[in-house]
């Protein structure tokens, strides 16, 4: 990792919101999960002083053969009084699901914008398909692809913006597997590239574990990766922090 991904996280290692992805703790009765988590680390020094504050919400609903997942982030820091984050994101997606298949159809609204990655507003939308590897109440695994129309305001220099519209391939891999019902590995990982340009494309990784200490509260470590290489900015945080959350 080239070393100016790290000077945009002061600190390297922050408390920052990480939730799980979840699959099997729905039921005939059980449609809704809510995750909510807000952290920070502030570190002061006789030479100075920095902080970052984040913020997530997520919040599910699972039916018979559909399931809309909605989720919020907001990272904000400061170092020596310099701005290095103000990162905001948003998404909608739905998975249509056929009985008794393992392949199913998804669609994805998703708006971001991120200083740290030098994008002042992009808005994602689009369609594709996935299929369930291995689905149990311990043991998934998942790919999905499908096309997205991208509008987007990036920062290329200071002076500079570069305002995009483009097609995107979106190809996903997720997985998530319980251990004794204590321990949970989990991971999310995009590669995103632009259709018209070999050049362009995204990477978005988040994987964590995490310890279950009660039946709504998870200690989780969690690695973050980003690459936007349109503006040439990539971000990295190494994350502990507290997840609670409920099913009702």
């Given at each position: 990792m080239k070393a100016k991904t790290l000077k945009l996280f002061p600190g390297f290692i922050l408390v920052m919101f990480s939730?799980?992805?979840t699959y099997s703790q729905f039921s005939d009765s059980?449609?809704?999960y809510v995750n909510f988590a807000s952290s920070g680390i502030i570190n002061t020094t006789n030479t100075g002083n920095s902080y970052v504050l984040t913020n997530g919400l997520k919040f599910n609903i699972s039916k018979k053969n559909i399931r809309l997942n909605s989720g919020t982030s907001w990272i904000y820091g400061e170092q020596q009084k310099t701005l290095t984050n103000n990162d905001f994101g948003s998404t909608v997606d739905f998975d249509i699901f056929k009985i008794g298949s393992k392949l199913y159809y998804w669609g994805l609204a998703a708006y971001d914008k991120s200083y740290s990655l030098k994008i002042n507003n992009r808005l994602q939308s689009g369609l594709g398909v996935a299929y369930n590897v291995i689905d149990t109440t311990t043991k998934f695994l998942n790919f999905s692809d499908g096309i997205l129309y991208e509008n987007s305001n990036l920062k290329i220099t200071d002076s500079t913006n570069s305002y995009n519209s483009l097609f995107r391939n979106s190809f996903r891999l997720r997985y998530r597997f319980?251990?004794?019902n204590i321990i949970i590995f989990d991971g999310t990982n995009f590669f995103q590239n632009s259709l018209s340009d070999g050049?362009?494309?995204i990477i978005r990784s988040v994987n964590s574990v995490s310890v279950k200490l009660r039946k709504w509260l998870n200690l989780t470590a969690a690695a973050?990766?980003?690459?936007?290489q349109d503006t040439k900015s990539e971000t990295l945080l190494i994350t502990f922090g507290l997840t609670a959350e409920k099913y009702f």
């Open positions: 939730s799980i992805t059980v449609h809704h319980v251990i004794k050049n362009d494309y973050n990766y980003n690459r936007n």
